[in-house]
Structures are given as structure tokens and as C-alpha cells.
């Protein structure tokens, strides 16, 4: 499976796998779709940085979407940005949004040097009025 590989092969794939064989998947898929401009963005935010609070700091600066609430860092999308989800004609399991999670770790691991942690709060595909992720670092 890879992430160039059309979606609705990809689901039927996924078809009968275990959910935590299928998350494993899915966040992978999400890993390896991150761009490099997110990259750049997130190996920038740790530069001359003396800790994880200066990096986080400016990649809430850099990333519209990320934003604190508190002490909880939310990715929050006010539509579904998948390429994948967009032009796909079909009907799309609520798990696919696994991936984005997938993504989101991606991010911060370019960022931070480390994994954190990526609850899926709500999403669109599974009904909600937004896509929102917390962050635990």
C-alpha cells in the first residue's frame, strides 16, 4: 500500500485488517503524504530554538491551522484538505481520517525531534462541523 496508490484499491486493502493493523496503515499513509513545504516549515520552527515550547511557538506562528487552547494544542481544518477524499467518488469508511493523524505526527516529529501523541477530537467525514485534532506533546 502506499500513498500514490488509488483509494478505492487502498480501501479494499484495508478490508478485513485488524484496527490497530489498519491505524498502523493509515498513519504511515499519513506520514509519508506530508509535503515538503510542511517540512521545511517544521524543521524551520526548531531552529535557534533553546526548547520544545520555543518550537511549538513558531509553528503555531507558521501553521494557520495550529492553535493553542490553553496548554492543548488543537490542529484544526475548516474542511477536509485531503487530496485523496477530494477526488474520490465513492463512500469513505469515518477510519480514513486515521491518516490524518498520521500526518500530524509526521509534523511534529520534523519539529520536535520526537513522537507525540494525536487524539482525533472530530472530523468532517465523521459528521463533525470541523476537523480537529488534539495534540499531546
Known amino acids: 500500500m502506499s500513498k500514490t496508490q488509488p483509494l478505492d484499491e487502498f480501501l479494499k486493502e484495508l478490508e478485513g485488517t485488524s484496527p490497530s493493523k489498519r491505524d498502523k ?3 504511515e499513509r499519513g506520514r509519508s503524504c506530508i509535503g515538503k513545504s510542511f517540512l521545511k516549515k ?8 533553546k526548547n520544545d515550547e520555543e518550537i511549538i511557538d ?4 507558521s501553521i494557520q491551522m495550529l492553535s493553542r487552547e490553553g496548554n492543548i494544542l488543537y490542529m484544526i481544518y475548516p474542511k477536509c484538505y485531503c487530496h485523496h477524499v477530494k477526488k474520490y467518488k465513492g463512500e469513505i469508511p469515518e477510519y480514513y481520517c486515521d491518516c490524518s493523524a498520521g500526518w500530524i505526527k509526521e509534523l511534529f516529529k520534523n519539529a520536535l525531534g520526537r513522537e507525540v501523541d494525536v487524539k482525533i477530537e472530530s472530523t468532517i467525514l465523521r459528521g463533525g462541523s470541523e476537523c480537529r ?3 499531546k506533546t
Open 25 to 27: 496503515i493509515l498513519e
Open 42 to 49: 517544521a524543521q524551520e520552527a526548531a531552529k535557534g530554538t
Open 58 to 61: 513558531n509553528l503555531v506562528d
Open 133 to 135: 485534532f488534539r495534540i
